[in-house]
């Protein structure tokens, strides 16, 4: 009787752990430049996952302290090369407070399925009047 639990136990385990979105835990990034004024940034997204993901970032700004001052979530999307550029928002701090820069943390990272459909262009055929 023992046996059996512990087998449903295993069983049950192993289903939800291969259930569980093979690029949790894959995905790192980092801003490397950022406009203060305009509220933009440029980083690097790390996937290790070997699919396209959509990632959900949460962008710190830390004053020179090392205290986070602000937050900001941002939705960023990557194609399946380990290495790719990404555009983030940075969140609003006032210019009187002196950051020492921005820290980035990635939320939730999905796995993005694309189609045969999906990848190729669609193209809409251009309506021309007619004379």
């Not at 070997?50 to 302290?65: I, S, T, W």
């Not at 940075?90 to 796995?111: C, H």
């Amino acid at each position: 009787m023992r046996r059996i639990l512990v087998g449903m136990i295993l069983a049950l385990a192993g289903a939800t752990a291969q259930g569980a979105d093979p690029c949790s835990g894959k995905v790192t990034a980092s801003v490397l430049s950022y406009d203060r004024a305009a509220r933009q940034g440029v980083g690097l997204l790390v996937n290790q996952c070997g699919r396209p993901v959509a990632a959900e970032v949460l962008v710190m700004a830390n004053n020179r302290d090392g205290f986070v001052v602000a937050k900001l979530r941002t939705n960023v999307h990557a194609s399946a090369a380990p290495l790719s550029v990404i555009r983030v928002d940075l969140p609003f701090v006032q210019s009187v407070v002196a950051l020492s820069g921005y820290a980035v943390e990635v939320a939730a990272a999905t796995g993005v399925d694309i189609g045969e459909q999906a990848a190729a262009p669609m193209l809409e055929p251009r309506w021309t009047p007619s004379l």
